[in-house]
C-alpha cells in the first residue's frame, strides 16, 4: 500500500523558512519522482518542485526558484522541501506526490501525471 506522509507546515512571518518532509513507503524511491504542490484557498493544485530520485534531476517553477530547494534523504525514505524567503503568497496546502518514471520538463508540473499523493500540510505566511 503507497503513502505519502507530508508534514512540516506551520505558521510563520514572511522572510523566514520551514522545510517540509514527504515519508514515502509501499514504493521506492529509488524508479520514482517526487513532487511538490501547494493550493491555495479557493485555487487549482499549482507545481512547485519535483525531483528524481538519484537527485540527479530536480525542476523548479520560477516562483520558487532560488528560494526553495528539494532534496531526497540518504535513506531514501523521504523527500525535503526546504522553503526560504516566504511570503504570504506561499500561504497554501502542500502536498507531495509520486510518479514512476523521471520528471519530464516538460510534463512535470501537471497534477495528471502523478498517481499518489499525500494528505498535505498547511503553510502560512503571515506577519
Known amino acids: 500500500d503507497v503513502q505519502l506522509q507530508a508534514s512540516g507546515g506551520g505558521l510563520v512571518r514572511p522572510g523566514e523558512s520551514l522545510r517540509l518532509s514527504c515519508v514515502v513507503s509501499g514504493l521506492s524511491l529509488d524508479d520514482h519522482s517526487i513532487a511538490w504542490f501547494y493550493q491555495a484557498p479557493g485555487r487549482e493544485r499549482v507545481a512547485v518542485s519535483v525531483i528524481r530520485s538519484d537527485s540527479t534531476t530536480a525542476y523548479y517553477t520560477d516562483r520558487v526558484k532560488g528560494r526553495f530547494t528539494i532534496a531526497v534523504d540518504d535513506a531514501k525514505t523521504s523527500v525535503y522541501l526546504t522553503m526560504n524567503d516566504l511570503k504570504p503568497d506561499d500561504t497554501a496546502v502542500y502536498y507531495c506526490?509520486?510518479?514512476?518514471?523521471?520528471?519530464?520538463?516538460?510534463?512535470?508540473?501537471?497534477?495528471?501525471?502523478?498517481?499518489?499523493w499525500g494528505q498535505g500540510t498547511v503553510v502560512t505566511v503571515s506577519s
Open positions: 506526490a509520486a510518479d514512476p518514471r523521471p520528471p519530464n520538463r516538460f510534463t512535470w508540473f501537471f497534477t495528471s501525471q502523478y498517481q499518489n
